[in-house]
């Protein structure tokens, strides 16, 4: 069971204006879930259930303001429950919680303190201590911050400042990674202590001349392969392993276009991070937009030489310092083209065209890539061009909203067959009687070419549909299906297909109570340029959300 509550929010003292009265907002996510275990224990391999057990979560936020001051805090734990038994008079732990080298109070519970700061604002400036976010650019230099939908929120411990001098516009940020230790989505299981990375960079934009606005930003990196390279709140003992340089140019109204680009240099000076001699990065990014009447088109275009490489070390702890533009349709991203979204050698333009057509915006999309990787993730042993057409339609009625896109991607590759993928997905709110309906379908195919690992072809079908029996009461029903040989899951149903069911009850305006029982499949979600896997979940939840 999931019991989730949110956003609980209470002002204390004057409510006027008076910048010495503080107001506190309490924020809580409580989250416990009874997970069915396929494991069984040798010796007891007639009790199934044996290995289930509970996973509580639990993140506290408190969030006090006054004036020009902020101040923030929040408290992960997490607890294991019917997680231990008794073998021959010795006391086991099914899933410890910590690993060696981390302190807490019991093998299946643990506390952390995971974020804390304090901000003070100040005219145009703003200075803040403790965890916050930084993002230059298009994010291809810098680009920390929170990916909640997959389950990343690595932070920067340090000093941030940012300040407006007129038409000028500085950013600063110095700081060690501060990692998410204890996640949502992932299972909890011999948690390490932190591998701080130290970051320092800065951003300046300047005022727009002849109609161009430009900036400069610049950030350094100083890596770490283990948690006692750097202390937490230490000084680099060392100099730079990389360095990235860069520079943004906007220009509106130029012929009718709205133009963004973007040049970074990347720069490794760590032996660890040079690779056949090459210690030189380069990412390019440019969009361009422009309406004529109600048709919008917008152009990309992207060029990434060795810029994945900066994220070596964060790959390890699954999240990234930097990420820019995929020009990818994410939500179909595979194994395989995840390959491409982390290419270390990639070229790619995208055309799309939206048509405003009263209560409906049909849209096409065309992307090409040329990537010539064949390192890391990459099945493909010589290097191919990506061809992704997309084509869809958004429609908006007061009594009907639907989206629905379909498309067809082949890589083709120069001297072993084509990769493809066929997908479709429609999201539809439309009234089913005199019930609100909610149906959403997504669908899959994908054809592996030659490979010296061959992997199987594979289908994946993920099927929701919703039913508002009254204002308060709505009924969900799940369903996925998977043959892919890759992913780590295994379904309820039968091996292949994942069945599951919610109630949901909406209590008041801002809070719903759900009842969850079942499983789905595990797989890979791709956010902002950044994927991760995550696990599938066979089990039972409750869950309760309020805001009051």
């Not at 299981?189 to 930003?217: C, E």
């Not at 993730?377 to 010589?382: I, R």
Request: overall charge negative; glycine content about 10%.
């Amino acid at each position: 069971m999931v019991v989730f509550l949110s956003f609980v929010s209470l002002a204390l003292g004057n409510e006027s204006n008076d910048e010495s009265s503080w107001s506190l907002m309490f924020s809580e996510d409580f989250e416990a879930r009874y997970i069915v275990s396929n494991d069984l224990l040798e010796g007891f391999e007639e009790r199934e259930s044996l290995l289930n057990y509970i996973e509580q979560v639990n993140r506290f936020g408190v969030l006090a303001s006054s004036g020009a001051y902020e101040i923030g805090v929040q408290v992960d734990q997490v607890s294991l429950f019917a997680n231990r038994y008794f073998m021959n008079e010795e006391l086991v732990y099914e899933n410890e919680i910590v690993g060696d080298n981390l302190t807490s109070f019991a093998p299946d519970h643990y506390v952390n303190i995971d974020k804390v700061w304090v901000t003070r604002r100040s005219g145009g400036s703003t200075l803040q201590f403790g965890d916050h976010y930084a993002s230059f650019g298009r994010g291809l230099a810098l680009n920390m911050v929170k990916q909640t939908g997959i389950d990343i929120d690595t932070s920067i411990l340090g000093v941030k400042t940012t300040t407006r001098l007129g038409d000028w516009s500085v950013e600063s940020t110095i700081g060690v990674t501060n990692i998410q230790q204890i996640s949502q989505d992932n299972r909890i299981n011999l948690l390490s202590p932190d591998t701080r990375h130290w970051i320092v960079g800065g951003r300046v934009d300047a005022p727009s001349i002849a109609g161009a606005n430009l900036g400069l930003h610049g950030v350094g990196y100083q890596f770490t392969s283990s948690t006692a390279d750097i202390e937490p709140f230490g000084t680099p003992s060392e100099g730079l392993d990389a360095a990235v340089l860069g520079a943004t140019c906007e220009v509106y109204g130029l012929g009718g276009w709205d133009i963004y680009m973007e040049g970074d240099l990347f720069s490794y000076l760590s032996d660890d991070l040079v690779v056949d001699e090459e210690s030189q990065g380069l990412g390019l990014y440019a969009s361009a937009s422009k309406y004529i009447g109600n048709l919008t088109v917008t152009l990309e275009g992207k060029h990434y030489l060795n810029t994945e490489r900066l994220n070596t070390y964060a790959g390890v702890d699954n999240y990234e310092f930097a990420s820019g533009p995929t020009l990818e349709y994410e939500r179909v991203i595979t194994e395989d083209s995840a390959a491409a979204v982390n290419s270390n050698d990639i070229t790619g333009g995208r055309l799309r065209l939206d048509l405003m057509a009263g209560v409906a915006t049909p849209h096409l999309e065309v992307s090409v890539s040329r990537d010539r990787d064949l390192e890391g993730l990459h099945f493909n042993e010589s290097s191919e061009t990506i061809i992704h057409p997309v084509a869809g339609v958004d429609f908006f009625s007061s009594h009907v909203q639907a989206i629905a896109n379909a498309g067809y991607r082949v890589d083709i590759r120069d001297s072993h067959g084509s990769d493809s993928l066929i997908h479709g997905d429609i999201s539809l709110d439309v009234p089913v009687g005199p019930w609100e309906g909610e149906f959403a379908l997504d669908v899959k195919a994908f054809s592996w070419g030659e490979n010296s690992l061959q992997q199987t072809d594979f289908i994946e079908e993920s099927f929701s549909l919703g039913l508002g029996v009254s204002d308060d009461i709505t009924l969900v029903v799940y369903q996925d299906y998977t043959d892919n040989e890759l992913i780590s899951s295994t379904g309820n149903v039968t091996d292949r297909v994942y069945g599951a069911g919610e109630i949901q009850w909406h209590t008041g305006t801002s809070s719903t109570l759900k009842a969850f029982y079942g499983a789905y499949k595990a797989g890979i979600r791709c956010a902002g340029g950044q994927c991760r896997s995550l696990p599938g979940f066979e089990g039972a939840r409750v869950s309760y959300s309020s805001v009051f």
